[in-house]
C-alpha cells in the first residue's frame, strides 16, 4: 500500500491532521480497533481557550506554566495557546455540537477546572470528546481522500537503515501494519507519517484510559530512533469512579470546577463527611490535579481506605442532570444518585505527559516521521498537565503537522522489503503473554504509581529487565498477536517511565519521590535517547 500520508491513530489529533491534508493529499487513518475506541471520544471536560474578552492570552499561558512547575516550555505554551481560538473555530465550522449558553459573549457556555484563573473550557455538556469525535468520524468516512484501516495495528516503522539507504540522516519510508481481522502483514510506504497512537496508560493496572492506551506510537518510535522525554511525569486522574463493575470511567474535573467537595467516606471513623483539601492546599478542591492525586492517595493510606467522596449533591438536581447527563446517567447505573449521594472515587492513571520529542510542527527525530497528541512532548504540560489543554494542543499541533507536510515536495519511492515471517510459527502457549502483562501492570501500580522511592523503582527496573528479554524472545519465535504487540509496546514504555523516574532526583509535579522531596531550584526536562543515535 502507498499513501502521501499514513497517520497512525484516530484520536483528534490524528483525525485533525487527516481532515486538513484530505485536500491535497492520499491519506490512510490506521486504528488497531474502530474510529472512536480512542482516548479523546472519552474526554468528559472540553477544550481549552481563551474565548471570553475576561480573559487574556497571559492568564492562560501563566495557569499552565504554573501547573506545570516550572517545566513547561514558555514558547510552546504560547504558540498553542495563541492558537487556541482558532482551532475552536474550525471545530465550529466541522458542526460541533458545543453546549450553547446565549448570555454569554461567543453564544456558548464556559466552564471552569482545577488550576485555571478564568472560566475557559468550552465543552459538549460532560461528553465533549465524543461530540468532537462523531462530528469528525462522518468527514473522515466520507472522504474520498481518505482510507480507513480500522482493526490494523502497526507493527514498527520502516526507517531508511533497514533498506540500506546510507543517507546521512535517519528517515522514515513507512511502516509494518498487521489486519487483525486476517493476521496478514501489510508494507505501508508513505512520504510522511504521522504517529497520533495517544499514552500509555494500560501500563498501570488502574487506569481511566480506554484499552487501547498500550504507548504503540512512543514505543515505535524509540526502537526506530527518535529521543523520549519526560515520561516520568504520568498524571493520575483524581476521581475515578469506584465501583466493581465501573471500568475506567472518570468523573470530569468539571464537577469539582462547579462546587464538588471532597469528603472522606463513613469508612473514616468519626472523620466521616469532613473535607480533607483545604488541609492540603489553599485552593482546596480547585488545585492542579497531582495535587488532588496526591491529598487523596495520602488520605486513603493514612486511613486504610479503599476510596473517597466527591459531593456535589448540595447542587439542584436540574443543574446536575444538565450538566452531567453522562455522569449522572452511569453513575445512577451502579445504584448512585449524585443528586443525593455523593460518588466514590479513586486515582486512576489518566494522561501520559511525555512523549515522543518533537518542535512546533510535530516534526521527530527521523525525517518523515511525525507525533501529535498525547504521544508526543512539545513542552506544554511540563511536569504536570492543566486540565483541558490536551485537546488544545491535539488541534493546534495537528494542523500544524499538516501545514508542514504541505510545504515539502514528494519523496523518490523506495522499494520496502516484505515482512518476514519464515522463521517463526504459531505460539504454543498464549498464557505467557497474559502472566507477563497482569504481571508488569501490577508492579507498575505497586512500584511506580503517585507516591515512588528509589528502591521500588530499582526493583522495577530490575523485573522490567527480565520482563523484556522474555517478550522479545517470544516475539521472535512465535507469529505475532494484537496482546504479544501492545505488550511488547507496554514493556518499552515502562522502562522509559522507570529510568526517566531514576533519572530525576527531585519532586517535581506529579513525579513525587520519598528520598528526594525537595524541588531543585532550576526546572530540566528528562530528555532520554537511544543507544543506536
Known sequence: MKFDVAIVGSGLAGLSVALHLAETRKVAVICKRQLLDGASNWAQGGIAAVLDSGDSIEEHVTDTLIAGAGLCDEAATRFIVEHGREAIEWLIAQGVPFTRDENAELGYHLTREGGHSQRRIIHAADATG???????????????NITLLEHHFAIDLITSDKVGDGGAAQSCLGLYVQDLNTGRVHTVAADHTVLATGGAGKVYLYTTNPDTATGDGIAMAWRAGCRVAN?????FHPTCLYHPYAKSFLISEAVRGEGGLLKLPAGAGAAAGARFMPAHDERAELAPRDVVARAIDFEMKKRGLDYVDLDISHQPPEFLKEHF???????????????????????????????????????TDVQGLYAVGETAYTGLHGANRLASNSLLECLVLGRAAAQHIESQPPRNAIALPAWDESRVTDADEEVVITQNWDELRRFMWNFVSIVRTTKRLERAQHRIRLLKEEIDEYYTHFRITRDLLELRNLVDVASLIVNSALSRRESRGLHYSRDYPETLPKALPTVLTPAKR
Open 130 to 144: 465524543h461530540a468532537v469525535q462523531v462530528t469528525l468520524e462522518q468527514k473522515i468516512r466520507s472522504h474520498p
Open 231 to 235: 515520561m516520568e511525569f504520568i498524571q
Open 325 to 363: 447527563p453522562n455522569i449522572y446517567a452511569r453513575c445512577l447505573e451502579f445504584g448512585i444518585d449524585i443528586t443525593r449521594q455523593p460518588i466514590p472515587v479513586v486515582p486512576a492513571a489518566h494522561y501520559t505527559c511525555g512523549g515522543i520529542v518533537t518542535d512546533m510542527s510535530g516534526r
